[in-house]
């Protein structure tokens, strides 16, 4: 077995394994920058029309796994650099981590978990096996010894994904969601489920689960995995996430029409890739990472996924070196993670404005994220124009090529909303300007968002809503739980809850709502499926933030400005 200088045996044999299976199944091959782009001299591309009020998903964030049971725990400062948002800085905002097969094992990942939530990112976890005694062997194939969770533990399974929850909750990580099995298609070497398993598990076992359930981790984003349960109202209603791994998905493949069909309140996350390989020190193979580049592209906009999660964080072909400095891999990962936070929207862009040119943007309030990927031998003049907004004033980008990585460059000026670049050759750029006075956009979980009909008096013209507002501190963040009850006579369709954090509070992440920005003023909005409030009846939402030592909670709450109750 050809093994890296690391060598973990459980970790990297998966990998190799997984390259093999793949070849055997004909999987799309992936060309590398240098076979797949055309040399050209310096062309001049199409207009990228962007539209600051045309929203797509909600970003979760951006971010990759550790896993210290196979390749050692982050050292403090890898920490800081993974999560960290400043120069030099990953910005990750979303740490994977598994769930032990015991509870001795809980607690090899809960440092690093603990400082992600410091520095504001989301954590989620996904189990390989459940726990020896709930797993029976049987024949697969030519496997004799292939493992399967027994039916009559079903129950006793979901109450140890409630331990593990509560168990991270205990210790200051409220885990965003948790799934019910990695890669449950390809288990050679862990737990298989069928996709009537599955759907079993969600429909008889999962509502008792105390976090958002995750499932079913395909992969490589197989949709007969994932399609019974789009199908299945009562698996679907238990189901909050998504998620999909993308190991020789084509991008033909990225899209996925039955989720945009039946989806509507649900995420759609990417929870684990590496791309294009994992040879050993290709995290700085160059033109290579350009691929990354447009692999989180394509991620974002043919597939509309919410979430981007690496593989291993700290790897020779991750993100992060083995020495703790980010690789070109990662440079390409940061051209999104640092800039583009969680609750950001994308928008409408023209995605490929010339060839091997990709463009995508994204809106968090009045700023908005302009990611380029020249892919071309040769420099690009390239047009952004921003719709609706006569905007002007600088513009601050940042380049990654060959020789420069995440680099801040001059300030550059856009005027009355358009912006001429020029894209360096085998290049990504990150623009970052402020669209104020422009129309917001209505961020939504799925890729499209109802229109609203905002009251501007009391429902029925009686009292003012009713709010209550419960927190949950520990010592550098706490969770916030929220309910609106409609205390008038008439329907309330759409709406938009607004309140101060007190100072040095700042939300990561939202459940149930989407809110903007992230502290100060902050307006907290629906998403598709709870945005009407009959009277008497009542939404509940919630969201996980950061505090510097204030855990004071916001005196007065309006809804559709109207002054609120509060309970």
């Known amino acids: 077995m050809n093994q890296d200088q690391n060598a973990p045996v459980v970790g990297e044999r998966r990998l190799l394994s997984r390259r093999t299976i793949l070849t055997t199944m004909g999987a799309v091959p992936v060309l590398t920058v240098a076979a797949s782009v055309m040399r050209a001299t310096e062309a001049t591309a199409a207009t990228a029309n962007i539209n600051p009020s045309a929203p797509r998903q909600t970003i979760r964030g951006f971010g990759a796994m550790t896993h210290a049971a196979w390749i050692g725990d982050l050292t403090a400062a890898q920490r800081d650099?993974?999560?960290g948002t400043g120069e030099g800085r990953l910005g990750f905002s979303i740490l994977r981590i598994p769930v032990g097969e015991t509870q001795a094992d809980w607690s090899r990942?809960?440092?690093?978990?603990?400082?992600?939530?410091e520095l504001g990112a989301t954590v989620f976890a996904s189990p390989w096996n459940p726990p020896a005694s709930m797993i029976e062997t049987f024949t697969r194939g030519?496997?004799?010894?292939?493992?399967r969770l027994r039916y009559s533990s079903y129950g006793a399974y979901a109450q140890y994904l409630n331990d593990f929850s509560t168990y991270m909750r205990n210790n200051g990580v409220n885990l965003y969601s948790i799934s019910v099995q990695n890669e449950p298609d390809y288990a050679h070497d862990w737990t298989w489920w069928t996709s009537a398993e599955m759907v079993r598990f969600l429909r008889e076992n999962a509502g008792s689960?105390?976090?958002?359930?995750m499932a079913p981790e395909s992969f490589q984003y197989v949709k007969s995995m994932s399609d019974p349960i789009l199908n299945d109202p009562t698996a679907l209603a238990n189901v909050d996430i998504i998620g999909a791994h993308l190991y020789g998905t084509s991008y033909a493949n990225f899209p996925y029409p039955l989720f945009r069909q039946k989806g509507a309140g649900k995420e759609l996350w990417m929870t684990e890739v590496y791309y294009p390989n994992s040879n050993t020190n290709s995290g700085d193979a160059w033109p290579e990472a350009l691929d990354v580049g447009e692999h989180v592209h394509r991620a974002m906009v043919d597939a509309e996924f919410q979430a981007y999660v690496w593989w291993y964080?700290?790897?020779?072909?991750?993100?992060?070196?083995?020495?703790?400095?980010i690789s070109k891999r990662g440079a390409m990962m940061v051209h999104y993670s640092r800039f583009v936070r969680p609750g950001y929207v994308r928008i409408d862009a023209t995605a490929n404005p010339a060839s091997n040119v990709y463009v995508s943007a994204y809106r968090g309030g009045d700023t908005v994220v302009i990611v380029a990927v020249n892919k071309n031998t040769s420099s690009v003049s390239q047009q952004f124009t921003l719709s609706n907004t006569t905007a002007s004033g600088s513009v601050s980008n940042w380049l990654t090529d060959g020789s420069r990585t995440v680099a801040p460059q001059?300030?550059?000026t856009m005027s009355n909303g358009s912006l001429t670049v020029t894209l360096p050759a085998r290049s990504v750029m990150t623009f970052v300007t402020n669209v104020s006075g422009s129309t917001q956009p209505t961020p939504s979980a799925t890729p499209t968002a109802p229109p609203t009909v905002v009251p501007t008096t009391p429902p029925g013209g009686g009292t003012g809503p009713r709010v209550t507002y419960a927190m949950n501190t520990w010592n550098s963040g706490f969770t916030a739980s929220i309910g609106i009850t409609n205390t008038g006579t008439s329907t309330i369709?759409?709406?938009?809850?607004?309140f101060t954090l007190p100072s040095g509070q700042s939300i990561t992440s939202a459940w149930n709502a989407t809110y903007s920005p992230a502290s100060g003023q902050v307006s907290v909005r629906n998403v598709s499926y709870n945005g009407t409030l009959a009277p008497g009846a009542t939404v509940e939402f919630g969201f996980q933030a950061t505090h510097t030592g204030n855990t004071a909670e916001p005196t007065a709450f309006t809804?559709?400005?109207?002054?609120c109750t509060v309970a």
Do not use: H
């Open 410 to 412: 001059s300030a550059l």
């Open 493 to 498: 369709d759409g709406w938009t809850l607004a």
């Open 109 to 117: 990942d809960l440092a690093t978990a603990k400082r992600a939530v």
């Open 209 to 213: 689960i105390n976090t958002r359930v």
């Open 81 to 83: 650099t993974a999560f």
């Open 142 to 147: 030519s496997q004799t010894n292939a493992k």
């Open 313 to 325: 964080l700290r790897r020779s072909y991750g993100p992060m070196r083995e020495d703790g400095q």
């Open 559 to 563: 809804l559709n400005g109207i002054p």
